[in-house]
């Protein structure tokens, strides 16, 4: 079997590549793990920024985004009871959109379909092979058979646990990590969002977030521990606590219900340089991971996306290869400044089990400044909704 891009995983990040790349002519095989309704099923990121949108457009898969998903023009922020809002398009002209990476992948899967590209589920034992060499390939057991896919480039778009990065020589590869001492308890209900856009909120019983799908799909976070499971949370305990850490009269409007998913995902900022290893890139989760409390992670697999699809096509259709050569020091750049935004929202809205009397007191001025001041309103509001490519 041979393509041009294998792209291992068949999430946000691969298919996103794969149909840009389609668009210009450029065959793709993804190649993925689990079944498709396993990758629908899962319940992840909801805000996406103009940028990604941008991309969703251009790879012709916009269309069901724009009619159903929701323009986001601020966000608010809660603590000590009160609440302020940053409003996004009078700081930097720009928003963001409420639409789910599950809607996002299922776009993408049709779309994909549609073209006739091909996708093979259930991949197990996939493994990238001869990548310094300009003959790469991978092997991977599908429907009981060995298989050879030889290709030009891989895309490693594999997910944190995938096998991509490990395919990097370890004398090669420098990984940055940072753990917190606490995760989120996420729930979906189908009841109506408590306000029209999100809320982050800080309070003194630990961080929440009120966010949405739809008029009647609602997603709530908040923090937990890291030692607790879904199956510990009862629904009324979930949203009793839920309600502690909102500002009364927001607790109060809230429509609570059943859960239709209950998860907890703990909290990692994690990045793998170099993001290219011969003629194989990683791409999304598969290099980089953050904290979710400011809505990057599936924003920043696809900046990674943007450049080495622009490498890619600028390969094929003009015998360029500064954008592939450059794509890791390029993508990497924007990358940390997307780390260090969603670690200090992550040090700005939680509470830290170690935290002093003293860092109490700068968080709470922190957020006091930030509610009175306009410069810092701007900073938060161009990193959240998105910095330029
Ligand atoms: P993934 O979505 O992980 O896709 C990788 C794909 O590769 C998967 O389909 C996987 O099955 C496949 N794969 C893995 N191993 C193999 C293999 N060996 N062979 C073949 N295929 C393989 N971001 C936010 O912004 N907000 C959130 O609220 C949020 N919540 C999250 C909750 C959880 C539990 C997780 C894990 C992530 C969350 N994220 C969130 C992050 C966001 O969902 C990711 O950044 C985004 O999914 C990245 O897309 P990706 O395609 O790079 O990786
Ligand atoms: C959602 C998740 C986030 O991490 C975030 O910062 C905002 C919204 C969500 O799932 O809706």
């Not at 940028?51 to 724009?66: I, K, P, Q, S, Y």
């Not at 609570?256 to 993001?275: D, N």
Request: hydrophobic share 35%.
């Amino acid at each position: 079997m041979r393509t041009q891009v294998a792209i291992i995983g068949g999430g946000p990040s691969g298919l996103l590549l794969g149909q840009l790349l389609l668009k210009h002519g450029i065959d793709t095989v993804v190649l993925e793990r689990r079944t498709k309704q396993h990758v629908l099923g899962r319940i992840r990121a909801g805000v996406l920024e103009t940028g990604f949108a941008g991309l969703m457009r251009e790879a012709g898969v916009g269309a069901r985004m724009d009619k159903e998903g929701i323009i986001h023009e601020g966000t608010g922020i809660a603590h000590e009871g009160g609440l302020f809002r940053i409003d996004f398009e009078k700081l930097t002209g720009n928003h963001v959109i409420v639409y789910g990476q599950t809607e996002v992948t299922r776009d993408l899967y049709d779309a994909r379909e549609a073209a006739g590209g091909t996708t093979l589920f259930e991949c197990s034992g996939v493994r990238p092979q001869d990548l310094d060499t300009d003959a790469p390939f991978v092997t991977f057991l599908h429907e009981g058979k060995v298989v050879r896919l030889d290709c030009d480039f891989i895309a490693g778009c594999d997910g944190f646990h995938g096998p991509s990065r490990q395919a990097i020589p370890e004398e090669v590869r420098t990984e940055y990590e940072k753990t917190y001492p606490f995760g989120w308890l996420g729930i979906l209900s189908e009841t109506p969002p408590v306000e029209d856009e999100l809320i982050y909120a800080n309070s003194d019983r630990g961080f929440a977030l009120c966010s949405m799908r739809n008029a009647n799909l609602s997603r709530y976070y908040i923090q937990c521990a890291l030692s607790d499971r879904p199956e510990d949370w009862e629904d009324e305990a979930f949203w009793t606590e839920l309600k502690r850490r909102l500002p009364e009269d927001t607790a109060e409007k809230l429509v609570t219900g059943p859960s239709i998913e209950k998860s907890i995902a703990p909290l990692l900022s994690f990045v793998c340089e170099p993001m290219r290893w011969g003629r194989m890139f990683l791409c999304g989760d598969a290099a980089h991971i953050v904290p979710p409390t400011g809505a990057k992670g599936l924003n920043t697999a696809a900046s990674d996306v943007h450049y080495l699809y622009h490498g890619m096509v600028a390969h094929y259709q003009d015998g360029e290869s500064e954008g592939l050569d450059r794509y890791s020091e390029t993508a990497l750049e924007r990358i940390w400044k997307t780390q260090r935004f969603s670690w200090s929202m992550t040090n700005l809205l939680h509470r830290f089990p170690e935290q002093s009397e003293f860092d109490l007191h700068v968080q709470a001025a922190e957020l006091a400044f930030l509610s009175e001041n306009e410069a810092a309103q701007r900073a938060l509001a161009e990193n959240y909704v998105g910095l330029p490519y």
